[in-house]
């Protein structure tokens, strides 16, 4: 049972290690550490993906920043509270890391594979230049009766198909992790920068089985 929910959201991202690790919490004595990853995509433009890794990987007082990484896991969220209200906080949870020598030009450095449901109302728009986006957000079943939701963003026709789903229907995704800036408002005259993390769709489809219910 465990398996085969652990393969509804699988993660596989290489890059480059480009911070120290840092404290994020203990679970039963056992200690886990966040760390940064800069990740190419094809465009040339970078992503920096935050991952989670327990102490028993990897020795986290170590400084290995400039090193190349293969990480597999999963990609899961929870909510931390802020400003009043929840906030949505996504990483990488490493199940496997591996160090490499290099990365050849055709390695797929971050790609990522969903099978959850959907929880929210598609948004569906377009830009000022016409182009079609739809952002959904995926429920995805961890093992206990827990699960990560998982924003992700669709583009042209895949845009137009996710548009038509319905809140409950099982959604099956394929595509890479992204960062994206934004500022937000803290008041009438501050602004903060903050970083979002999205999984960018390159397919999906609606999956068969029965609709979960609304959320």
């Known amino acids: 049972m465990t398996d085969k929910v652990i393969e509804n959201n699988q993660v596989t991202v290489m890059g480059e290690i480009v911070s120290k690790f840092s404290y994020s919490h203990e679970i ?45 896991g999963q990609f899961r969220s929870y909510n931390r509270h802020e400003e009043h209200k929840n906030r949505l906080v996504l990483s990488v949870f490493a199940r496997e890391i591996y160090f490499i020598d290099e990365m050849e030009e055709s390695s797929k450095t971050n790609q990522i594979f969903l099978d959850g449901y959907i929880c929210k109302e598609p948004i569906y728009r377009k830009t000022p230049l016409g182009r079609e986006i ?17 924003p992700c963003i669709c583009w042209g026709r895949n845009a137009r198909f996710a548009s038509t789903f319905k809140v409950g229907e099982r959604c099956i995704v394929w595509g ?26 390159s397919k999906l489809e609606i999956g068969e089985g029965e609709p979960m219910e609304a959320y």
């Open 176 to 201: 890479r992790i992204q960062s994206r800036e934004y500022m937000k408002k803290i008041s009438e005259d501050e602004v903060e920068r903050r970083v979002a993390f999205e999984v960018s769709v």
């Open 134 to 150: 739809a952002d959904l957000l995926l429920a995805v079943n961890r093992p206990y009766g827990k699960s990560d939701y998982i």
């Open 28 to 72: 039963f004595g056992e200690g886990f550490f966040m760390v940064d990853i800069r990740c190419k995509r094809l465009s040339e433009s970078i992503d920096i993906i935050p991952v989670m890794v327990s102490e028993r990987l990897i020795d986290v007082t170590a400084d290995y920043i400039g090193e190349l990484i293969c990480i597999n």
